[in-house]
């Protein structure tokens, strides 16, 4: 069951289910059951990189865009101020 939800979790890259399924990774008995986990996990662990990379680049292009549009923001702080 926990292989078969583990298959699912790579190919869906949901990395919700992959958490939880690490959190709780059972014994495995059967050598194929384990050299087919030993796969999935790397793969699990190459997915997992790939959406960290991909949030980073996003997250830089995010900041860019702030910045962009900071830059073409008229000052704020220059209004005539009268007080007495």
């Keep these: 069951m926990w292989l078969n939800q583990l298959k699912v ?32 996990l790397q793969e699990a662990t190459t997915i997992m990189q790939q959406l960290k990379d991909e949030t980073a680049v996003s997250m830089k292009q995010i900041k860019k865009n702030i910045d962009y549009l900071n830059s073409s923001i008229a000052d704020q702080k220059s209004q005539f101020d009268v007080t007495s």
């Design 9 to 40: 979790a790579v190919v869906q890259r949901d990395t919700e289910l992959l958490s939880s399924l690490l959190d709780d990774i059972p014994t495995l008995e059967d050598a194929q059951d384990i050299e087919t986990a030993l796969y999935l």
